[in-house]
Nanobody, 122 residues
Framework: VQLQASGGGLVQAGDSLRLSCAAPGRTLSEYFVGWFRQAPGNQREFVAA????????KYADSVKGRFTISRDDDKNTVYLQMNSLKPEDTAVYYC????????????????WGQGTLVTVSS
């Protein structure tokens, strides 16, 4: 079952967006969930991850202090709140899951969906 990322759009630098990661047919609370992004011509990179029950999180240095990952297991959804967006945040954002550990390598995650495009204009 693939995870579904949504909430992307076109915003200006300094604006905010909240992305959602849904998991139809899967109990997301059983998984660690990560957010990743891929800009044109670049490799997919780690953005943030959250443990089961939300007790632990990890962020890439480039987003620390601006982005917040959270989860609402009642809604079977993980969120990525993005504040103070910069043009360099422009990318397709993906969510993915794994059973154990706040890993940062995309290869350690599965259930990738199609992603959602975030475009930040200057």
């Amino acid at each position: 079952v693939q995870l579904q990322a949504s909430g992307g759009g076109l915003v200006q630098a300094g604006d905010s967006l909240r992305l959602s990661c849904a998991a139809p047919g899967r109990t997301l609370s059983e998984y660690f969930v990560g957010w990743f992004r891929q800009a044109p011509g670049n490799q997919r990179e780690f953005v943030a991850a959250i443990s089961r029950y939300g007790g632990d999180t990890k962020y890439a240095d480039s987003v620390k202090g601006r982005f917040t990952i959270s989860r609402d297991d009642d809604k079977n959804t993980v969120y990525l709140q993005m504040n103070s967006l910069k043009p360099e945040d422009t990318a397709v954002y993906y969510c993915a899951s794994r059973r154990y550990g706040l890993a940062i390598a995309p290869s350690l995650y599965g259930a990738w969906g199609q992603g959602t495009l975030v475009t930040v204009s200057s």
